[in-house]
């Protein structure tokens, strides 16, 4: 991800599930709980997987933009995954 127009797209993405996760959890509230504990866990998984993705550029020497690059894939994939589902599901 080194376009910048790349972080907008991710924004934008990530702005658009929140919306529409919320949206659906304010019109089905009834299983929130499992729900929201998915979600959050699946955050944690992304960021953990970046975290470990940025050090493995970082030890083979990479760009300092190559590693910010690593870091945020986890993030992207998941993010455009749920936008997709999320569409579907609409």
Known sequence: ????????????????????????????PDGASAEL???ALEKQRAFSDGWFAA???????DHP?????????PVQRRVSA???TLRRKG
């Open 55 to 61: 050090g493995r550029a970082v030890m083979r020497g």
């Open 37 to 39: 504990t998915r979600m």
């Open 1 to 28: 991800m080194t376009n910048p127009a790349q972080w907008g797209l991710l924004a934008w993405q990530a702005g658009w599930v929140f919306t529409l996760r919320s949206m659906d959890l304010m019109a089905r």
């Open 82 to 84: 749920n936008l997709r």
């Open 65 to 73: 933009s190559a590693v910010m690059a690593a870091a945020a894939r």
